[in-house]
């Protein structure tokens, strides 16, 4: 069994960009700038914040984080992003998710212009993936797309299974796995809640993606032997025995899946390292756009 080992993976990303960014600076050019607002105190949120910023500053981005309180109004939260729309010296912006439940997140996500839009969220971007135009990737599947190319993992021909349907992720991945491009070309199923024979379908997948946030939902006997396994689930377990009072659970039973997958993603160290190396390209690649128009 390969450990599709993201800490490798990413930092072979970040390397690549930490050199294109030292050049840019080399050569007199302003730094690429990504803003993250995050809304409240949700901790899996701070974490995820903490880690973004902390990347960009490793290789060199300018990075704000705009810390909002939990009571932050929508309207408030637009101006700001209005705000960040306007600054030039701004190349990505995203928005932490999931919002407090008082702001409509669709009216947030579609605040955000496209030019900006690192995360990938806006339907203009979506709609631009679909129709297999030059946009930006959702960071979470473009960083397994990354995954597949660092590992040298083909995926054409082969049949492909998704759990989960979410706009973040699942959907997304099943477009990109389906696309007429080198890591694409794979005949994908989506499955969701609503699917029977989950199981079957599975074990017809050489690529399994699990995102459906149920932790160790993916057993051995739903895994074709030697199949490729991506599990994206991050959730928090409560554990008495972990300093932090819980431990971070992916989607598939790790041990039990080792035993009968060719390749498998760990949690932590796997997708989510990948996800922030996918949001670093995305926004070098809108500072590289705005800087050309
Ligand atoms: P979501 O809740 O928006 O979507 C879950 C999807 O799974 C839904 O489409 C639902 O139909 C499907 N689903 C739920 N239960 C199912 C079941 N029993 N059988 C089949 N399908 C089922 O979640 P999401 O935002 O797509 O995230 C999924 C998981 O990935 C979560 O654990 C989340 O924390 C994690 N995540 C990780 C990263 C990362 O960087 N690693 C990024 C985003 C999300």
Redesign the pocket.
Known sequence: MILLDGKIASAAVRQQLTTEVAGLKAAGKRTPHLAAILVGNNGASETYVASKVKHCEEIGFASTLVRLPETTTEADLLAKISELNQAPEIDGILVQLPLPKHINEQLVIQAIDPSKDVDGFHPASAGKLVQGLPTFIP??PY?IMLMLEHFNITTKGKHAVV????N???RPMSILLSSNSQYGNATVTV?????PN?KEICLQGDILVA????PE?VKADMVKTGAIVID????RVEDATAKKGFRIKG?VAFDEVAAVAGALTPVPG???LM?IAGLLKNTLQAYYQRNAG
């Open positions: 960071a979470t960083g759990i989960g349907r979410s973040i992720v699942g499955c969701h809640s609503h699917t989950l995102a459906l946030g149920r939902f994206v689930g991050i959730t989607d796997g997708v989510g996800t």
